[in-house]
């Protein structure tokens, strides 16, 4: 049986260009690696995709903070796998990042902001 990408996706998936700033997690050498910073071109509840400033290696773990744009400025934070990159430009390319844990109550913020912008595409 064949399945297309639509069958295998568990989240639907929203065209949003929110602010997200990343770091390698767990980075050793003495000093953190200060956070780079992408633009989502699409989320859902279990990853997103990113437009990133450089390579990433599939596997990479990251720390990542969302902004949602929204009057709670209070970033999102996550832990994600990169999971697949495309170069797009020398300078730019489309990451896909699974999202591996975040906090209860970020998770409730993101749910109920993925869930308020479907609303808006819906109606």
Known sequence: MSSNGADRRKF?????????????????GGQP???RE???????LGGLRLMTPGPLENGTLLDLEILLGE????????SGEVMWQNKISPTSYETGI???GMPNEDKSRFMQFV?????????
């Open 12 to 28: 639907a998936r929203l065209d949003l260009a929110l602010t997200v700033s990343y770091r390698v997690s767990g980075q050793s």
């Open 33 to 35: 690696a200060d956070p």
């Open 38 to 44: 992408a633009v989502s071109s699409d989320i859902s």
């Open 71 to 78: 009057e709670d400025d209070r970033p999102l934070t996550a």
């Open 98 to 100: 699974m999202i591996r």
């Open 115 to 123: 869930f308020d912008q479907m609303a808006k595409v819906v109606s």
